[in-house]
């Protein structure tokens, strides 16, 4: 049984609209969620992190989370071709910050210029 | 700037030979280091947690005596992949967890493992 559900994609969208994507897990007590880009061959770097219900803002990224729906999501705006990478969604599970992570399998996302 | 350094970043040898990573954490005490594996086209997966002064927590599955995990000061953290073999090539990426309540861990920049 998967822990962290993504769409594997890709998803491809035209430079300027906004990106969508998505993330489910399944553990009810996790309290930290954070949102990866990953460029091929390359290590995660951080985007997002979200720690309470609702929105949270870092200039084109909006990171949402819902607790009561286990999901958690990421809205990229304004989206470049730069953009194009894959996005791990990861929850630290439990209801304590171990520091474990649990990675998604990740959206791969086109952005078309 | 990276606050996790990693390296080699690329490491080619011959099956039966061993190889040592480290990781370092540059501008933080990282009293928990993590190491993950990816294969091609699939996320990543935790290996180990890497405690500091104390015995590796490995994962369900990972040998603990092929993949030797050394956490000897706050900065520092290796992973030595022992009698190394063709199926042991992958993407071996370390974290280093910043201490307090947000938990978030920053990544080295990994390195890719190629056994012949």
């Known amino acids: 049984q998967k822990e962290v559900e993504q769409n594997s994609g890709p998803l491809s969208v035209p430079e300027g609209a906004i990106a969508s994507l998505n993330c489910t897990y399944s553990d009810r007590v996790s309290q930290s969620f954070f949102w990866y880009r990953q460029y091929s061959g390359k290590s995660p770097e951080l985007i997002m992190s979200i720690y309470s219900n609702g929105d949270k803002e870092d200039g084109r990224f909006t990171a949402q989370l819902n607790k009561a729906s286990q999901y958690v999501s990421l809205l990229i705006r304004d989206s470049q071709p730069s953009d194009s990478a894959t996005y791990l969604c990861a929850v630290n599970f439990g209801p304590s910050n171990t520091g474990k992570l649990i990675f998604g399998q990740g959206t791969t996302l086109q952005v078309k210029p | 700037g990276a606050v996790v350094s990693q390296h080699p970043s690329r490491v080619i040898c011959k099956s039966g030979t061993s190889v040592k990573i480290e990781c370092r954490s540059l501008d933080f005490q990282a009293t928990t280091m993590f190491w993950y594996r990816q294969f091609p086209k699939q996320s990543l997966m935790l290996m180990a947690t890497?405690?500091?002064?104390?015995?590796?927590?490995?994962e369900q599955g990972v040998e603990k005596d092929k993949f030797l995990i050394n956490h000897a000061s706050l900065t520092l953290s290796t992973l030595t992949v022992t009698s190394a073999h063709p199926e042991d090539s992958s993407f071996y990426i370390c974290?280093?967890?910043?201490?307090?309540?947000?938990?978030?861990?920053?990544f080295g920049a990994g390195t890719r493992l190629s056994v012949l």
């Open positions: 974290s280093a967890r910043r201490g307090g309540p947000r938990n978030i861990q920053y």
């Open positions: 890497s405690n500091e002064g104390s015995k590796a927590t490995y």
